[in-house]
């Protein structure tokens, strides 16, 4: 295996230059048993990303996480008795054996037959021409043709990893083939240093406590409550309750995070369980399992995996001493850079965080409660979609069709759908046919962007609140800690030849009556795709005039920008401008941030989203990630957000402004740099986006507003001579950000090796 020995040391040499991030040790802060920071024990490497117990995993894990990371090696033996890394006994499940030897076996696993390839049967080197894979389906299984040989334990040493973890999960089945899972350990220990075993069998752990040296501690894994534990035929459920016994066998334990917080059928939180305290008052450890930024989280995170990782390990009362985590970059920046921050800090005023109808993550888009929530969460700006009533009056909402937004499709309503071409493709039933009151009688509802995923949004909250007209917006702002408010106008053209709605005066005297007439207040931003309106705006006011540039383009011609800066102090662009993407992957970065700062022009992106399918695999499904980039690389000076809590807890993270000390976990990632390591044949890549031209941003100017229609007809072109709408595909008058989702995960700071 002579290739796989200098790969080895490539990894070591990078790993010694690579993992030099310092952390906050030391502080007396931590309710942890020995009062130091928690550990981040990375299972199988960074196995969220690459298969299972690869180097590639391995090598990620030691970049990218604390300094002292613990890397876990599941432990199989084969039959000539090698100890290798790999995270099932089953080895089908996680590596393309079944390619490579067709016959499959039938053991007795803990009491249950099981059809598989099992270590037992191979030697070492009847397993060097099988490759790990990715055993997670939801994962991408594109790096299952990137060099990735089985390792054994003392190929994994060779990392120097700051601490190695040895699971062994099923000493009994190995024991029924004549393997000692017990020699092997003793004699490896003696080999390299071991940190940590771990195994749900007391026996196991029994066997070796007395044989292996005091740098190893012993800890012992509980499965599920039900489960019977093999060496005591209790349940783990009962052992839970005789901490006192478990102490005779084990420093420490390691428990499914449910075990601490329970979470009910219906996804929420229960108040957390003496679990933590208990084993403290034994001296023991406690280690929690299960995490990952993919996994199934409680609705009360908001698919924030920081927030998570912060309620082990900072919530006032108790602190884990450890987590295992297949995306262990995740809990390294949770632990040294988002641990006990005060509620008082403000952070650094960059980027802007500006909401997406309020915090619509968790409240049914702009409702008083979106808002409340947002205003909660320490937004700087907070925004409204402007629509009109029939009867003239302007509210928020994020779209023109209620049918997004409330839940009138089942209500008596439904039968005002109409066929309006000219504003979006499929039916609508839409604010201006409605009047207010009609409107406030309707019931908001939540939008789940990510149904498909079976990912929903705060289904406890899902028609909760109510709508507001532009004046309950302004009323309700007016009295809040907000830098701002946003104002997007869209369809002003529309509304006044079809509906004989002015909405641009409707927004202005809005303004006005609350007094955001001047720069005395708070400040006011008005957005749109169209610049005829930003125009408009110009004439009559003196506010803040955003253009959205809502098509996703590869830069922007000087003379584009010229124009734009006729009309607008700032732009918004999509993020997918800044690192374009490819099949879930990033494949570069354009310059048009820059460009823009060029002309002294403010750069807002949208959309920001927690929900880990809604960001490229470079930024390993962590949100902070995804923001760090763009604020730190690309240099964007606001977000656009529907999660306004996660960018403002990105602001107050304590491993900003670093300089050459930033820890690589708060490093930007590199965009087309995972895009490398793939080795399989991607699809072919996309045409590029398009160039932004002078002639996409000038407008014809508004029409007049007609007299207001009096027969109860709907005017407009029923039928679709479209035309007005030239380039009608790209652009709808409505943002289109939330559609369109690509798969996402993963990246390499600096990750330069195959
Ligand atoms: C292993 O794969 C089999 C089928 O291929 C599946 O039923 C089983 O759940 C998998 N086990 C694990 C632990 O992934
Ligand atoms: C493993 O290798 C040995 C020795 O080369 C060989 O005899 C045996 O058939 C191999 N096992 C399998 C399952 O191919
Ligand atoms: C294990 O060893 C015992 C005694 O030598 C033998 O009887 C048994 O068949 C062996 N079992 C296996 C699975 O090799
Ligand atoms: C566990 O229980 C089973 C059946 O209840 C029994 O056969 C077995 O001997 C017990 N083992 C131990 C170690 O007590
Ligand atoms: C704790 O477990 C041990 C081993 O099963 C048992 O002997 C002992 O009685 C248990 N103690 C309590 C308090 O349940
Ligand atoms: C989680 O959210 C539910 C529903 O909103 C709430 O009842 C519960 O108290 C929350 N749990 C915690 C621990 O905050
Ligand atoms: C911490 O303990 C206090 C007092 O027991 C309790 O009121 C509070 O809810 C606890 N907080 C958490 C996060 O467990
Ligand atoms: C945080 O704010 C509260 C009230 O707003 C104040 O009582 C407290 O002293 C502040 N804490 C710090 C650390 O500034
Ligand atoms: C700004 O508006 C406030 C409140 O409407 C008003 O009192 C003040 O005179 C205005 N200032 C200027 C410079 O127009
Ligand atoms: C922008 O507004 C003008 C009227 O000022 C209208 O003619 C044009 O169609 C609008 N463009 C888009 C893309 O909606
Ligand atoms: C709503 O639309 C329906 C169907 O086009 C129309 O008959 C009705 O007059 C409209 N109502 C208002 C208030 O615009
Ligand atoms: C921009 O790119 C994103 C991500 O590929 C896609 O979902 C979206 O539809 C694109 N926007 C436009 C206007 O094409």
Redesign the pocket.
Known sequence: MPILRSMLLLFVLHSTLLVSAKRSKGTDLWKTLNGNAPLVVARGGFSGLFPDSSYAAYYLALTTSLSDVILWCDVQLTKDGAGICFPTLNLANSSDISNVYKDSKVYLVGGELVRGWFSVDYTLKNLSNVYLTQGIYSRSPLFDGTVSNILTVEEVAQFKPPGLWLNIQYDAFFRQHNLSMRSFVLSVSKRVIINYVSSPELGFLGSIASRIGTKTKLVFRFLEKDDTEPSTNQTYGSLLSNLTFVKKFASGILVPKSYIWPVNAGLYLQSPTSVVSDAHNEELEVFASDFANDAVLSYNYSYDPIAEYLSFVDNGNFSVDGVLSDFPITPSEAIDCFSYISKNATGQASPMVITHNGASSVYPGCTDVSYQQAVEDGADVIDCSVQMT?DGIPICLGSINLIEGTTVAQSSYSI?S?DIPELQKSPGIFT???TWKEIQGLTPAILNPYMDYNLYRYPAHKNSGKLLSVDDFLSFAKTKPLSGVLIRVENAAYLAEYQGLSVIDAVIDSLHKFGYNNRTVQKVMILSTNSSVLKEFKKKTSYELVYDVDENISDALNSSIIEIKGFAHSVLITKQTIFPASDGFLTGATDVVDKLHAYNISVYASLFRNEYVSQPWDFFSDPIVEINTYVSLAHIDGVITEFPGTAISYRKNKCLNMGNNTPNYMLPVLPGGLMKVITTNLPPAEAPNPVLIEADVIEPPLPPVVEKPTN???RGPASAPNSRIAASSTQSGQPRTASGFFRSSFVVLAFILF
């Open positions: 029939s005002r109409v201006f046919n409605l109860s007809e709907t």
